[in-house]
Structures are given as structure tokens and as C-alpha cells.
């Protein structure tokens, strides 16, 4: 009896090659939480570019802005766990979507939500509008994925089709994405160089028979940054540059810890009741589709990249009415964007050759617990690291008591 179409997999010349561990296998405890952790890392930076953008046009301020990304996170970590769970069960992190942002800018600059003199009023009342086009527009995902029809139309797109689409939504955000590395291009344009290195011509070099910078090369590349822009910070080389090069370069300008709450725990309806308008919804509802071809081709690529079998088309519906429940979740926690399969975090598996599922429950827990108490972990992490720098300082450069001192003000700059 022949195999159904869907039921074959991948022919061995087309599998990833050296990879280690695959859906179902599951590296050691330690690996796998620091491998979850740098899935957490990537999630954050791409996460809080779509709050970064948003929330200032709603008028919203820091604070609204870092309660957001605490928002974005938590659902983030609901939907990859009930995916992973109950979707498709693929190590597939679902996270924000940039192909909400087009439609979203459209209702920001509405004229009914321009006319409000109170920046806050203007935000609350703009994010109450987003999350009842967001609540509204899911049910085209759920309807689509639970009724089998996604999974029947899915057969007719090619990658000839979806490749395109998933092209044109990535070169659109160009423009916001690349030019930021410019703002600051000391630590921006070395960021890629270092990470380039460990993951391209460094993967090879093994600690104890770990390939540790290929496994580890987001994570290595970021810390390394992090430092060397922590110590530009604290020994003075932005004391005397515009403003605006502060804002980019400088390691405690964000504001996202002084003005975070110590411990918040998001809840559905949180900044009030939705408001639902035909107009919003529809302008969602084509965003809805684009995430839709985008969601689907990553389910493919992660199939793939975890050496699983490429998911039938019940499967495929399957996971698309989980998303399309994200959706749902998105607008009633109100995140300020809906949800789509992270391509970023897919591209991470191919990097560090770790496909299993394991995996990405672990940076779940991470996206639940770790960012919505990120004060108390900021807290804990900068004063044990500014002892840590002061200590490598005064062997090499002596003076510890100078370098504890600036490390210790800069605490009181993070923390204000």
C-alpha cells in the first residue's frame, strides 16, 4: 500500500546535516535550559522592536511601553506552549507579528483617535481599538484552521507563492530594522561581525566536546556586546555626545527598568474594555491572511530544521486554530499586535542544530516568570555583574574602588 502524500517525509539528502538533536530527543538539563534561554534572548530583542515603534504614536510613555513588552512576552510564552502542546508540536516559538504593524499604524492615525488632548487617555483608548480589531479578526484563523480548510488550500501554496509574500512583509521592515544598527554602529555593526564569527568560522571549536560558540554563538555575541557597551557607559565615552547618540549607545537610556514595576503579572482586559469597529477589523483581518502564509511556510521550515516529518494538513490546521487563538489571547491581554511563528527563532535552530521541543518549552518559562519580574532578576544580574567587572578591573587595571564606585552610581541611573 502507498504512502498518503502528506505521511512522507523529507529524503535523507534533504535533512539538515550535523544535526544533533531532533524533535524528540533532548539535549542535557544545563544545555537545554541555557539553549532555551538564548531562544528567550531572541524572542526579546525581535519583541520589543514592535512595542519600541508602536507605542510612543499611541501616546503612550515608558512606562506604558515597558508593560507592553512585559505584555507581548507573557502571551508570547502561552501561545509557544499551547503550540507546542496541542498545535502543530513543533519547537516553533510563536511571537509578535511585524505584519500587524501596518494596519495597526493605520488605526493609531485615525481621526477619531487624534482628538484626545491627554496623552494617556489617547493611548488607552487607541489600545482598547486595536485589541477589538484583534479579537474580531481571529476568528478568521480559528474558523479556517478548526474547519479543516486551511489544511485543504494549504496543498495549492507553493513556496513559489508564499516565498514572496514572506519577503515582501521582511524588506517592508528594512527600513526600521537595519538603520538601527547604524544609530549606534560601534557596538551595532560589531554585534553582527562577532556573531558572524562564532556562528560561520568558529562553530568547529569544541569545550569538552561541545561546540560551544556554534550552540551558544546569540548568546556568547550578545553578552560580549552587552560588556563592552556597559563599560562605554560607565567609564564616560558618551558623557559628551549629542543626545541622540546617548539614546542609542548608551547601556541605560532605554528606560524600560526604572519605569518597569517590580513584579506585574498581565491579566485579559488589563488597560479596559475592547472597542470594535467594521473599519479596524477588516484592516487586521489582511494581516490576519499574511500571517497566515508566513505561519505556514515556518511550520514547514521548522519541520524541517527539527528532522521531523512535514506536517499533514490536519496537523497544519491544527496548529493555525491554535494561532488563531493567540490571536485571540493577544487582543484580550492587549499586546498591541497579534501573533504569527517567530522566522527569527526558526533560523536559531538551523544556527545551533538543536531541533528539539524541549527546548522551546523551556524559554516558555523564561517569557512567563523571568521577564514579568525582570526588576528583581535586572537587580540581582547589575550587582552581581558590576562586582564581578570591578574585580576583573582592578586585576588589570587596578583601582578596584574607582571602578566600583562608577558601576555603583550607574545602578542608581538604572534603577532611579
Given at each position: 500500500?502507498?504512502?498518503?502524500?502528506?505521511?512522507?517525509?523529507?529524503?535523507?539528502?534533504?535533512?539538515?546535516?550535523?544535526?544533533?538533536?531532533?524533535?524528540?530527543?533532548?539535549?542535557?538539563?544545563?544545555?537545554?535550559?541555557?539553549?532555551?534561554?538564548?531562544?528567550?534572548?531572541?524572542?526579546?530583542?525581535?519583541?520589543?522592536?514592535?512595542?519600541?515603534?508602536?507605542?510612543?504614536?499611541?501616546?503612550?510613555?515608558?512606562?506604558?511601553?515597558?508593560?507592553?513588552?512585559?505584555?507581548?512576552?507573557?502571551?508570547?510564552?502561552?501561545?509557544?506552549?499551547l503550540q507546542s502542546l496541542f498545535g502543530t508540536r513543533l519547537p516553533a516559538v510563536i511571537g509578535g507579528s511585524y505584519a500587524f504593524l501596518i494596519p495597526?499604524?493605520?488605526?493609531?492615525?485615525?481621526?477619531?483617535?487624534?482628538?484626545?488632548?491627554?496623552?494617556?487617555?489617547?493611548?488607552?483608548?487607541?489600545?482598547?481599538?486595536?485589541?477589538?480589531?484583534?479579537?474580531?479578526?481571529?476568528?478568521?484563523?480559528?474558523?479556517?484552521?478548526?474547519?479543516?480548510?486551511?489544511?485543504?488550500?494549504?496543498?495549492?501554496?507553493?513556496?513559489?507563492?508564499?516565498?514572496?509574500?514572506?519577503?515582501?512583509?521582511?524588506?517592508?521592515?528594512?527600513?526600521?530594522?537595519?538603520?538601527?544598527?547604524?544609530?549606534?554602529?560601534?557596538?551595532?555593526?560589531?554585534?553582527?561581525?562577532?556573531?558572524?564569527?562564532?556562528?560561520?568560522?568558529?562553530?568547529?571549536?569544541?569545550?569538552?566536546?561541545?561546540?560551544?560558540?556554534?550552540?551558544?554563538?546569540?548568546?556568547?555575541?550578545?553578552?560580549?556586546?552587552?560588556?563592552?557597551?556597559?563599560?562605554?557607559?560607565?567609564?564616560?565615552?558618551?558623557?559628551?555626545?549629542?543626545?541622540?547618540?546617548?539614546?542609542?549607545?548608551?547601556?541605560?537610556?532605554?528606560?524600560?527598568?526604572?519605569?518597569?514595576?517590580?513584579?506585574?503579572?498581565?491579566?485579559?482586559?488589563?488597560?479596559?474594555?475592547?472597542?470594535?469597529?467594521?473599519?479596524?477589523?477588516?484592516?487586521?483581518?489582511?494581516?490576519?491572511?499574511?500571517?497566515?502564509?508566513?505561519?505556514?511556510?515556518?511550520?514547514?521550515?521548522?519541520?524541517?530544521?527539527?528532522?521531523?516529518?512535514?506536517?499533514?494538513?490536519?496537523?497544519?490546521?491544527?496548529?493555525?486554530?491554535?494561532?488563531?487563538?493567540?490571536?485571540?489571547?493577544?487582543?484580550?491581554?492587549g499586546t498591541g499586535t497579534g501573533s504569527t511563528v517567530s522566522v527569527e527563532n526558526a533560523g536559531l535552530l538551523g544556527i545551533t542544530r538543536v531541533g528539539?521541543?524541549?527546548?522551546?518549552?523551556?524559554?516558555?518559562?523564561?517569557?512567563?516568570?523571568?521577564?514579568?519580574?525582570?526588576?528583581?532578576?535586572?537587580?540581582?544580574?547589575?550587582?552581581?555583574?558590576?562586582?564581578?567587572?570591578?574585580?576583573?578591573?582592578?586585576?588589570?587595571?587596578?583601582?578596584?574602588?574607582?571602578?566600583?564606585?562608577?558601576?555603583?552610581?550607574?545602578?542608581?541611573?538604572?534603577?532611579?
Amino acid at each position: 500500500m502507498a504512502s498518503k502524500p502528506e505521511e512522507i517525509g523529507f529524503p535523507p539528502l534533504d535533512q539538515l546535516a550535523g544535526l544533533e538533536y531532533c524533535i524528540d530527543s533532548n539535549p542535557p538539563w544545563p544545555e537545554a535550559i541555557m539553549l532555551g534561554f538564548q531562544h528567550y534572548i531572541v524572542m526579546l530583542g525581535t519583541t520589543v522592536m514592535i512595542p519600541t515603534i508602536l507605542v510612543p504614536q499611541m501616546g503612550g510613555d515608558d512606562g506604558d511601553k515597558a508593560r507592553v513588552i512585559q505584555t507581548l512576552l507573557f502571551v508570547a510564552g502561552i501561545n509557544t506552549l499551547l503550540q507546542s502542546l496541542f498545535g502543530t508540536r513543533l519547537p516553533a516559538v510563536i511571537g509578535g507579528s511585524y505584519a500587524f504593524l501596518i494596519p495597526i499604524m493605520t488605526i493609531i492615525s485615525s481621526s477619531s483617535l487624534q482628538n484626545f488632548d491627554d496623552d494617556e487617555e489617547r493611548f488607552l483608548h487607541t489600545m482598547r481599538s486595536v485589541q477589538g480589531a484583534l479579537i474580531a479578526s481571529s476568528s478568521l484563523q480559528i474558523i479556517l484552521g478548526y474547519s479543516g480548510l486551511w489544511g485543504i488550500l494549504s496543498r495549492f501554496l507553493s513556496p513559489l507563492g508564499s516565498t514572496p509574500v514572506i519577503a515582501l512583509v521582511g524588506l517592508g521592515l528594512y527600513e526600521l530594522g537595519f538603520p538601527g544598527v547604524a544609530k549606534c554602529v560601534e557596538v551595532g555593526l560589531l554585534e553582527l561581525l562577532v556573531l558572524a564569527a562564532f556562528s560561520l568560522y568558529l562553530r568547529h571549536i569544541k569545550l569538552r566536546s561541545l561546540p560551544i560558540f556554534e550552540r551558544f554563538s546569540i548568546l556568547l555575541s550578545v553578552v560580549i556586546l552587552w560588556t563592552f557597551d556597559y563599560l562605554l557607559t560607565v567609564s564616560g565615552a558618551y558623557k559628551h555626545v549629542p543626545h541622540k547618540t546617548k539614546l542609542h549607545c548608551r547601556a541605560d537610556k532605554a528606560d524600560l527598568i526604572s519605569t518597569a514595576p517590580w513584579i506585574k503579572v498581565p491579566y485579559p482586559l488589563q488597560w479596559g474594555s475592547p472597542i470594535f469597529d467594521a473599519g479596524h477589523t477588516f484592516a487586521i483581518m489582511a494581516s490576519v491572511f499574511v500571517s497566515l502564509v508566513e505561519s505556514t511556510g515556518a511550520f514547514f521550515a521548522v519541520s524541517r530544521l527539527a528532522s521531523a516529518t512535514p506536517p499533514p494538513a490536519y496537523v497544519l490546521s491544527r496548529g493555525i486554530g491554535w494561532q488563531g487563538i493567540g490571536i485571540l489571547l493577544d487582543g484580550l491581554f492587549g499586546t498591541g499586535t497579534g501573533s504569527t511563528v517567530s522566522v527569527e527563532n526558526a533560523g536559531l535552530l538551523g544556527i545551533t542544530r538543536v531541533g528539539s521541543r524541549r527546548v522551546v518549552q523551556i524559554s516558555t518559562g523564561f517569557m512567563l516568570f523571568f521577564l514579568n519580574t525582570w526588576k528583581v532578576w535586572c537587580s540581582v544580574c547589575i550587582n552581581s555583574f558590576s562586582y564581578f567587572l570591578s574585580y576583573l578591573l582592578h586585576t588589570f587595571w587596578g583601582s578596584h574602588c574607582h571602578w566600583h564606585f562608577l558601576f555603583t552610581v550607574h545602578k542608581h541611573e538604572l534603577f532611579a
